[in-house]
């Protein structure tokens, strides 16, 4: 896997990694083919009854010893891909060595194909092809290449493939229409739009594709811009630097010339980062380079990808997981044509063949969504970090809030650590109120909630702002109406049939939901177990504020944003109507905790910050932390003052004390003191081991002897096994096993357990470095 991509084949016989997570394949390079094998290339091999797409990680001179030559089949076809860009295949083959999972699922997945949709078919016989037969444009092209007139055709067939550098106008998406939802009846519109999403369309190519009315009627609504096509000419500078944005880009520009390590630039809400980002990506512009931007998730992140088209006209790709595959391919295409200069995307955009990587920003590098924990397990940040490193770019982390594991690279001179210290412009950060819960209750109060869910303080500055035309942020990381039901007669609840969860109660509509496996059940009007009328909504929940929020303040209009809301009317619907003025109110969940900037919000209030303080996980207070400070973040960013209000049973803890007090690097350097005196990441790396399947006796033994295996291993800590947090989702119980210890142990437990002979009816999985223990 470690071969020279460049090195030729000595023989005939070349191993394959195919898009299925199996081990390295043998195959035959035939004898009639004009071209040795190369490491790296793409090939279509056959594998059982059918094919696969793979890729060609090692020469051999020799066939294996332990396979019969006869039994060795030859590869079916190569297709006309270009090759892996080395950068590329270095931080892939080094992802797949890391994080123990095979190779191949990470190149099909990560590297979108690049084959144009459109095929011919053959009116005669054409070299070898008869008759008749449809083959890939591509495939005729590269049959072309040496034909007299193979320049005209090429040139024929990719200009209606829309790859030709033409003059005239770029058409791109406005801040507002990249919000907007638009009604599926007006379909060419829709498909405009849709394409738009991914990137910048030349005028004529627009028209061409989806018709002129289409892009006139978006033009109108101002929701597509159009910008004069070409590189040359000055681009736009941006507002004026305070002394630290300037100096932060003075030492990010001396860092481009020859990067030796990571940049962390920590500066706090509302400092101005993404102006750092923006001028330093200019000076990459400007000298020929290509741009990278990764953000946790697009649709939560709308003005970045906006301020990025508003300073780069014509310029700019965004790349995310809703794209079609002929969007994606085309994106990879320009984005390798050098044509997309600077593109912002989520994780995956890592992989994209880039042409001159010079700059990757990833944005909110504390996020956990820059996780990916299924299928194919990689950290978005750490693979920016080895893939700047390979491709010789400069990677730079921004954050208000840096990750532990981040806090420490810096504490140990692996990142240069640029700090923001205060906020842009006329912003100032706002003053923070802690509001205990516990004041006013007694004995009668069957429980906590059973009383207003907005404390006073927080009702009178939401009156007072309201009453100014003023908006408001509130937080309350619980969607549905209540946490679950319970019969106060008999005391029985209502849990999942699949999941060991209880039933989340919802109110509009009325119903049971399972937030993990989406089972739904009717809400009984008697309690099954004593039939009794007594069935009452434990807890508060989303929906539950939503209508408190109307009974107190019947003239605000409040917005809600959770996976429900944002399911019927899409997220960006509900910021953008937010951002307009037609909500006084911003209810939401977590999401609300992203780089979101309201310039008439003054008031944030969190009516719930307990929520995930004692979760079963040695990131937890981290999770919480960030959580508080981001949202706290949002009031006061222009020149109306903000006020945060942090509703708590526990005020005395030190994390919200230091909230409190913007004390950021202080709750990180206790929090990794804390981590070092017990052992765990990044003082120490970790490795866990989840073992799911039916039945839980049969998965806790087959775990137990994983463990049994593992403790022989020299260097190893084991934690379990046992249970995990959350035991069981749709139907398969899980148990989980925690492994610490110094790295090279480590890697030796995941050489172990790549080779664990399947057992029936439990699946492994490992995961390096987790994010999360539920």
């Given at each position: 896997?470690?071969?020279?991509?460049?090195?030729a084949?000595?023989?005939?016989w070349i191993?394959?990694?195919?898009?299925?997570p199996?081990?390295?394949?043998?195959?035959?390079?035939?004898?009639d083919?004009?071209?040795?094998?190369?490491?790296?290339?793409?090939?279509?091999?056959p594998l059982?009854?059918?094919r696969a797409?793979?890729?060609?990680?090692?020469?051999?001179?020799?066939?294996?010893d332990?396979?019969?030559v006869?039994?060795?089949?030859?590869?079916?076809?190569?297709?006309?891909?270009a090759?892996?860009?080395?950068?590329i295949?270095?931080?892939?083959?080094?992802?797949?060595?890391?994080?123990?999972y095979?190779?191949?699922?990470?190149?099909?997945?990560?590297l979108?194909k690049?084959?144009?949709?459109?095929k011919?078919?053959l009116?005669a016989?054409?070299?070898?092809?008869?008759?008749?037969?449809?083959?890939?444009?591509?495939?005729?092209?590269a049959?072309l290449?040496?034909?007299?007139?193979a320049?005209?055709?090429m040139g024929?067939?990719?200009?209606?493939?829309?790859?030709v550098?033409r003059?005239?106008?770029?058409?791109?998406l406005?801040?507002?229409?990249?919000?907007?939802?638009?009604?599926?009846?007006?379909h060419?519109q829709?498909?405009l739009h849709?394409a738009?999403?991914?990137h910048?369309?030349?005028?004529?190519?627009a028209?061409a594709?989806f018709?002129?009315?289409a892009?006139?009627?978006l033009?109108?609504?101002?929701?597509?811009?159009?910008?004069?096509?070409?590189?040359e000419?000055?681009l736009?500078?941006?507002p004026?630097?305070?002394?630290?944005?300037a100096?932060?880009?003075a030492?990010l520009?001396e860092?481009?010339?020859?990067p030796?390590r990571?940049?962390?630039l920590?500066?706090?809400?509302?400092?101005?980062?993404?102006e750092?980002?923006?001028?330093i990506?200019?000076?990459?512009?400007?000298r020929?380079?290509?741009?990278?931007?990764?953000?946790?998730?697009?649709?939560?992140?709308p003005?970045t990808?906006a301020?990025?088209e508003?300073?780069?006209?014509g310029?700019?790709?965004?790349?995310?997981?809703?794209?079609?595959?002929?969007?994606?391919?085309?994106?990879a295409?320009?984005?390798?044509a050098?044509?997309?200069?600077?593109?912002?995307?989520?994780?995956?955009?890592?992989?994209l063949?880039?042409?001159?990587?010079?700059?990757?920003?990833?944005?909110?590098?504390?996020?956990?969504?820059?996780?990916?924990?299924?299928?194919?397990?990689y950290h978005?940040?750490?693979?920016?970090?080895?893939?700047?490193?390979?491709?010789?770019?400069?990677?730079?982390?921004?954050?208000?809030?840096?990750?532990v594991?981040?806090?420490?690279?810096?504490?140990?001179?692996?990142?240069?650590?640029?700090d923001?210290p205060?906020?842009a412009?006329?912003g100032r950060?706002?003053e923070?109120r802690l509001?205990d819960?516990?004041?006013?209750?007694?004995?009668?109060?069957?429980h906590p909630?059973?009383r207003?869910?907005?404390?006073a303080?927080?009702?009178?500055?939401?009156?007072?702002?309201?009453a100014?035309?003023?908006q408001?942020i509130?937080?309350?990381?619980?969607r549905?109406?209540?946490?679950?039901l319970r019969?106060?007669?008999?005391?029985?609840?209502?849990?999942?049939?699949?999941?060991?969860?209880?039933?989340t109660?919802?109110?509009?509509p009325?119903?049971?939901?399972?937030h993990?496996?989406g089972?739904?059940k009717?809400?009984?009007?008697?309690?099954?177990?004593?039939?009794?009328m007594?069935?009452?909504p434990?807890?508060?929940g989303?929906?539950q504020?939503?209508?408190?929020?109307?009974q107190i303040l019947?003239?605000?209009?409040?917005?809600?944003?959770d996976?429900?809301?944002?399911?019927?009317?899409?997220i960006?619907?509900?910021?953008e109507?937010?951002r307009?003025?037609?909500g006084d109110?911003?209810?939401?969940?977590?999401?609300l905790?992203?780089?979101?900037?309201?310039?008439?919000?003054?008031?944030?209030?969190v009516?719930?910050?307990d929520?995930?303080?004692?979760?079963?996980?040695?990131?937890?207070?981290e999770r919480?932390?960030?959580?508080?400070?981001?949202?706290?973040g949002?009031?006061?960013?222009a020149?109306l003052?903000g006020?945060?209000?942090?509703?708590?049973?526990?005020?005395e803890?030190?994390?919200?004390?230091?909230i409190?007090?913007?004390?950021?690097a202080?709750?990180?350097?206790?929090?990794?003191?804390?981590?070092?005196?017990l052992?765990?990441?990044?003082d120490q790396?970790?490795l866990?081991?989840?073992?799911?399947?039916k039945?839980?006796?049969?998965?806790?033994?087959?775990l137990?002897?994983?463990?049994r295996?593992?403790?022989?291993?020299?260097?190893l800590?084991?934690?379990g096994?046992?249970?995990?947090p959350?035991?069981?989702i749709?139907?398969?119980?899980r148990?989980?096993?925690?492994?610490?210890?110094?790295?090279p142990?480590?890697?030796?437990?995941?050489?172990l357990?790549?080779q664990w002979?399947e057992?029936?009816?439990?699946?492994?999985?490992?995961?390096?470095?987790?994010?999360?223990?539920?």
């Amino acid at each position: 896997m470690d071969q020279d991509p460049t090195r030729a084949a000595p023989s005939g016989w070349i191993e394959v990694v195919v898009d299925r997570p199996l081990p390295p394949l043998t195959y035959r390079w035939p004898d009639d083919l004009d071209c040795p094998p190369k490491v790296g290339r793409e090939v279509e091999v056959p594998l059982g009854r059918g094919r696969a797409r793979g890729w060609i990680v090692a020469l051999h001179a020799a066939p294996p010893d332990d396979v019969a030559v006869g039994r060795i089949k030859p590869i079916i076809d190569l297709p006309a891909a270009a090759p892996v860009p080395q950068p590329i295949w270095q931080t892939l083959c080094w992802a797949a060595d890391y994080y123990g999972y095979p190779l191949g699922p990470y190149l099909a997945a990560l590297l979108p194909k690049e084959d144009p949709p459109g095929k011919v078919r053959l009116l005669a016989g054409w070299q070898e092809h008869p008759a008749g037969k449809t083959l890939p444009i591509r495939t005729l092209l590269a049959g072309l290449t040496p034909h007299p007139f193979a320049r005209f055709w090429m040139g024929w067939l990719q200009g209606h493939w829309g790859t030709v550098d033409r003059e005239g106008r770029m058409l791109v998406l406005s801040a507002q229409g990249r919000a907007v939802t638009i009604a599926p009846r007006a379909h060419r519109q829709l498909a405009l739009h849709n394409a738009l999403l991914s990137h910048p369309l030349e005028e004529a190519d627009a028209v061409a594709q989806f018709g002129r009315d289409a892009v006139r009627s978006l033009e109108a609504k101002g929701w597509v811009v159009g910008h004069k096509r070409g590189r040359e000419g000055m681009l736009p500078m941006g507002p004026q630097l305070n002394p630290d944005q300037a100096a932060a880009v003075a030492r990010l520009t001396e860092m481009l010339t020859a990067p030796e390590r990571p940049a962390l630039l920590f500066g706090t809400t509302g400092s101005g980062k993404t102006e750092v980002y923006l001028r330093i990506a200019r000076t990459v512009v400007e000298r020929g380079g290509q741009v990278l931007v990764v953000v946790p998730e697009i649709a939560l992140t709308p003005q970045t990808a906006a301020r990025f088209e508003d300073r780069f006209p014509g310029r700019v790709g965004v790349w995310h997981s809703a794209q079609g595959a002929t969007d994606r391919g085309d994106l990879a295409r320009r984005v390798r044509a050098g044509q997309v200069q600077v593109l912002v995307g989520t994780r995956s955009a890592l992989f994209l063949p880039w042409l001159n990587l010079k700059l990757m920003v990833v944005d909110e590098e504390h996020d956990n969504a820059l996780s990916q924990e299924e299928g194919m397990r990689y950290h978005g940040r750490d693979l920016a970090v080895v893939l700047a490193k390979n491709a010789g770019a400069l990677c730079l982390l921004g954050t208000a809030t840096p990750s532990v594991e981040s806090w420490r690279n810096a504490e140990m001179g692996r990142y240069e650590r640029i700090d923001l210290p205060g906020r842009a412009g006329a912003g100032r950060m706002p003053e923070v109120r802690l509001i205990d819960l516990r004041q006013g209750r007694d004995e009668t109060d069957r429980h906590p909630f059973d009383r207003p869910l907005i404390a006073a303080p927080l009702r009178q500055a939401l009156e007072e702002g309201l009453a100014k035309g003023e908006q408001a942020i509130l937080l309350l990381n619980r969607r549905g109406y209540a946490p679950f039901l319970r019969c106060i007669g008999c005391g029985a609840e209502f849990a999942c049939e699949h999941c060991a969860v209880p039933l989340t109660y919802h109110h509009h509509p009325r119903r049971l939901l399972c937030h993990y496996c989406g089972h739904t059940k009717p809400v009984p009007d008697l309690c099954p177990t004593c039939q009794q009328m007594l069935l009452t909504p434990i807890g508060v929940g989303i929906q539950q504020v939503e209508g408190w929020l109307n009974q107190i303040l019947p003239k605000a209009k409040v917005l809600r944003l959770d996976r429900d809301t944002a399911r019927l009317k899409g997220i960006g619907t509900i910021l953008e109507a937010f951002r307009q003025g037609e909500g006084d109110i911003l209810l939401g969940t977590q999401m609300l905790a992203k780089g979101h900037d309201f310039p008439k919000v003054t008031t944030v209030g969190v009516v719930l910050a307990d929520q995930g303080l004692s979760l079963p996980d040695f990131r937890a207070q981290e999770r919480l932390f960030q959580t508080l400070v981001q949202t706290s973040g949002r009031a006061g960013r222009a020149e109306l003052p903000g006020q945060v209000f942090i509703q708590t049973f526990e005020p005395e803890h030190p994390l919200f004390g230091q909230i409190q007090r913007g004390e950021v690097a202080q709750f990180l350097d206790e929090e990794l003191a804390l981590r070092r005196m017990l052992g765990y990441p990044p003082d120490q790396p970790m490795l866990r081991v989840l073992a799911r399947g039916k039945g839980k006796r049969v998965v806790g033994q087959a775990l137990e002897g994983v463990a049994r295996t593992l403790a022989k291993l020299p260097g190893l800590i084991l934690l379990g096994p046992a249970p995990a947090p959350i035991e069981r989702i749709q139907g398969i119980d899980r148990h989980h096993l925690l492994l610490r210890g110094p790295r090279p142990a480590l890697r030796s437990a995941l050489r172990l357990l790549q080779q664990w002979p399947e057992e029936q009816g439990v699946n492994l999985r490992w995961e390096v470095d987790p994010v999360q223990m539920m």
